[in-house]
Structures are given as structure tokens and as C-alpha cells.
């Protein structure tokens, strides 16, 4: 294959565009085919990935999405004697208020008529609710489990809040390692015939063809395709403009933390937790006056929104720890390849996650100098779902907006769009992941009415 002439050009070579190659390499044998991206693959926004999983979503569309990623992810799981390091621990969802009925209608709704038999309820401190003392995902349970007891959280989770009174432990999910994922599928389609360029894309002119100009090792160049994939992640909408089409898609940065907890404040077989009520940070006098001297962070002063991560990094004799705060939520921002980062965040992340387990407080002010704090785009359409499959300009596919689930939603992300891009067929929830959806009066009504749009 000519590097500069080629049945399929995917541009983006993070998690979602290497894995929509690999299903179209692998899974339907289109070798004549080439990735191109200015950056190394899984550079950028892939490189900051929380390396999550679950398939809870207020939605059963995504709950569908979701547990397609997770059956394509065990699969690979299976295949490479678990290369990508998948763990099933769960996520851990807490939160201080008694039956908070409106979390619990959300949890009903996202799985639909499978919640009588996947949402067990835990009301006393006798349950026979089952801890994730393993991290085998073969071996872990499925569904939800919501205790609704205090002392039975205390029992299990003794360095929480004594005041958390309500967790929804969501058992199909866990860690992964995006990195190990992109490297197995990078490696698995080169064997098919697939390749990769570095290389930047300035232009898309189509004819009979696409002719797309490149700036590589200094030179330009065209390489000329039949169909294009647009996996261009916080720059989608700008490779889409190239074409001359809109996308509805805004950039959100969100930043993390991550360092050595030498002090074992948080237990290494403790699930992927998120503090889900809102708080107004404490500050003492002196803090207050800085921050409120810099228009840019005076937001820290004011009530925050809940949804703080907490997870131990690097399995269960590790030592690290990681932390994150999607508090940007409504920030948006042209995206560029090297984000300025809040010099606050580290310090905020810290206090804020202090909050569920206190014993990270030891750490205020005196972070570990072995430390990195990171941060990538949550590129995401108003209603948080992904833009998968055929784009309006004919030849186009898209396999992008997918916010901060990049790397658990890759797999079923690419397998979709490959499908697309060969007319083979494809699930029935695929059509509401589409452009399509946006001709579904019904759904988008629906949708705009609902609070969550599954953003933790």
C-alpha cells in the first residue's frame, strides 16, 4: 500500500481512532488503510485518561453503548492473557443525602427492564452485600448494589465520612489500561496491512476522491482516499470544518492529580469512588483574599459541583493514588495541544476529595514532590452522547465527542463506526449515537429534560 493513496484515511490516532482502524482492519480486513495524527498514537487527551470503565448511564442507550465497550474489551481481555491489566472493583457512587430518590430514578432508568434483576437493595447492617476484595474481573459480580445504611458503609468503607448514608456500588466496572489497549490494537493491525503517519492535516478538498494535504517531516503532501474517519478528538470539529461541515461539539478541559500515597490514606482494594455532593471548599482567611484577587479562580469561593474521583493507581501492591474534578463542566475552550493548567487544581482536587476520606487531609500542603498533574479535553455534544457513524458529507464517518469516557466507550466506538464505514449491520442503539438522533424530535425533547447527562 502507498502511504499517500488509500481506501480509508482515520484522522486521530488517540484510543477511539486506533481502535475504529482495528475493527476495520481486523474485524473486516480493510488493510488498505492509514492512520495519520500530528502527535504519536495515544499522545494528547488518550495520555490523560483516567483509565475507567463502567456501564452505568441514566440512559439505557449508553447503558447498551457501555456494556458493548465492556463485552469487545473482555474479549481482548481474553485473547492477550489480559495485557490491558482490566480490573472489575467497581465504581463506588456516595453521597451524604437518605434515599436520594432522584440518583435512585436515574439508576432505574439506566438499566431499563433489567433493573428488577440487576439493582439489589441493602438496608440494614446484617445485608449480605459482597465487598470487592478481588479485582478479578471474571470472578465479580454484575449489576448494582445500593446500601442504604450507614452503618453498613462504615462496616465496609471505615475511611469514609461517618455522614455518607447512601452508595451505589456499580459492579461491570473498574480500571483499564488505555495505553496497553491502543499499543495491542496498533499491534494486531499492522499484522493486517494497516499503517500510521505522523503527520498534520491542513486541508480536505474532495473530488472523485478526498484529497487531504498533510504537513509531514517538514514537507506537504496529499494522500488521496475513498472514505475519511474523523477521530480527531477536541480537534473533530476543526478536521470537520476542513470539509465544510459543522459539528456540534464543545471542548471542555478537565485536569487530575496523581502521586504516592505513602501515608495509605486510601485502601488499595477500594473501588473507583466519587463523592457525588456538592460543597463550598475551606479556605482559611489568607486563601480566600489570593483567590478572590484573581477574577479566573474566584469560583473556587463559591459552592462547588459534587462528582470528585478518587482511585488507587497501579493495582493492589501500588502505591499511587489518582484524583480528579470535573468541575469545568460548562467552561468550554478552543482546544490547543499543550493546555495551560490551573496551578489551584492540585490543591482544590486535594481538599475537595478530603471531604469523603478524611485521612487524605494529611496531604494538605504537603503534597509528595513524586507528583503529576495532568489534564486533556472532554470533547462532548450538549447531551454528553458520542457522534458515531456516517457524518453529512458523503465519504465522511465520524467516531468522535466522546467526553471523558474515551477509553471505556473506544472499543464499542470503533467497532460502530466500522460497521458504518462497510454497511455491516449494527445494534439498534447505534442510530440514537449518530447525527441521526438530532432528527429524533422525541428522544431530544427527552434528553434536554433530563438532569444527568452521566458526567462523574
Same mark, same amino acid.
Given at each position: ?40 498514537p495515544m499522545a ?52 451524604? =443525602? ?5 440518583? +435512585? *430514578? !436515574?439508576?432505574? &432508568? ?5 433493573? $428488577?434483576?440487576?439493582? #439489589? ?124 461541515? =459543522? ?5 471542555? +478541559? *478537565? !485536569?487530575?492529580? &496523581? ?5 495509605? $490514606?486510601?485502601?488499595? #482494594? ?41 482511585r488507587p493507581d497501579?493495582g493492589d501492591h ?83 465527542? +466522546? ?54
Amino acid at each position: 500500500m502507498k502511504a499517500n493513496d488509500v481506501d480509508i484515511l482515520v484522522i486521530g490516532a488517540g484510543i477511539v481512532g486506533i481502535a475504529t482502524a482495528y475493527y476495520l482492519a481486523v474485524q473486516h480486513k480493510r488493510s488498505r488503510l492509514l492512520i495519520v495524527d500530528e502527535s504519536q498514537p495515544m499522545a494528547l487527551t488518550s495520555a490523560q485518561s483516567g483509565e475507567n470503565y463502567r456501564n452505568w448511564w441514566p440512559h439505557p442507550t449508553m447503558a447498551d453503548f457501555t456494556n458493548h465497550s465492556t463485552d469487545l474489551m473482555e474479549d481482548i481481555a481474553r485473547r492477550s492473557d489480559n495485557r490491558i491489566h482490566m480490573t472489575r472493583r467497581g465504581y463506588f457512587l456516595a453521597t451524604r =443525602e437518605e434515599r436520594p430518590e432522584e440518583l +435512585l *430514578q !436515574q439508576l432505574f &432508568a439506566g438499566y431499563g427492564d433489567q433493573a $428488577a434483576a440487576q439493582i #439489589r437493595l441493602h438496608e440494614g447492617i446484617t445485608s449480605d452485600y459482597a465487598p470487592p476484595l478481588s479485582a478479578d474481573w471474571q470472578a465479580a459480580p454484575d449489576g448494582v448494589d445500593v446500601l442504604l445504611c450507614r452503618d453498613l458503609i462504615q462496616k465496609y468503607y471505615p475511611a469514609f465520612d461517618k455522614e455518607v448514608a447512601t452508595g451505589l456500588h456499580i459492579r461491570r466496572a473498574g480500571d483499564i489500561s488505555g495505553q496497553q489497549l491502543g499499543q495491542y490494537m496498533l499491534e494486531t493491525m499492522r499484522l493486517s496491512g494497516a499503517q500510521f503517519q505522523q503527520a498534520r492535516v491542513l486541508g480536505i478538498a474532495k473530488a472523485e476522491r478526498f484529497d487531504v494535504d498533510v504537513l509531514a517531516d517538514g514537507a506537504r503532501q496529499t494522500i488521496k482516499a475513498d472514505i475519511i474517519v474523523n477521530a480527531a478528538g477536541p480537534f473533530a470539529a476543526q478536521v470537520a470544518a476542513m470539509h465544510g461541515e =459543522e459539528l456540534p461539539i464543545v471542548n471542555v +478541559l *478537565q !485536569q487530575k492529580i &496523581a502521586f504516592a500515597d505513602r501515608n495509605r $490514606a486510601v485502601d488499595r #482494594r477500594m473501588p473507583f469512588t466519587i463523592d457525588l455532593d456538592g460543597q463550598t471548599l475551606a479556605w482559611s482567611d489568607d486563601e480566600r483574599e489570593a483567590l478572590a484577587a484573581a477574577p479566573e479562580f474566584a469560583q473556587l469561593l463559591a459552592p462547588m459541583p459534587g462528582s470528585i474521583h478518587c482511585r488507587p493507581d497501579g493495582g493492589d501492591h501500588g502505591e499511587w493514588i489518582k484524583l480528579g474534578w470535573a468541575f469545568n463542566a460548562e467552561t468550554t475552550t478552543e482546544p490547543v495541544r499543550e493546555p495551560e493548567l490551573n496551578p489551584y487544581f492540585p490543591e482544590v482536587v486535594l481538599r475537595a476529595a478530603s471531604r469523603l476520606q478524611p485521612a487524605l487531609a494529611r496531604y494538605l500542603g504537603a503534597l509528595p514532590r513524586d507528583r503529576v498533574h495532568y489534564g486533556g479535553y472532554y470533547p462532548m455534544t450538549k447531551e454528553n452522547w458520542p457522534l458515531l457513524g456516517a457524518a453529512r458529507t458523503p465519504g465522511v464517518f465520524l467516531a468522535t465527542a +466522546l467526553s471523558g469516557y474515551g477509553t471505556m466507550g473506544a472499543c464499542a466506538a470503533g467497532d460502530l463506526c466500522a460497521r458504518a464505514v462497510v454497511g455491516a449491520p449494527v445494534p439498534a442503539f447505534a442510530r440514537s449515537l449518530s447525527l441521526a438522533r438530532y432528527e429524533d424530535k422525541a428522544l431530544m425533547d427527552g434528553l434536554q429534560a433530563t438532569a444527568s447527562r452521566g458526567l462523574l
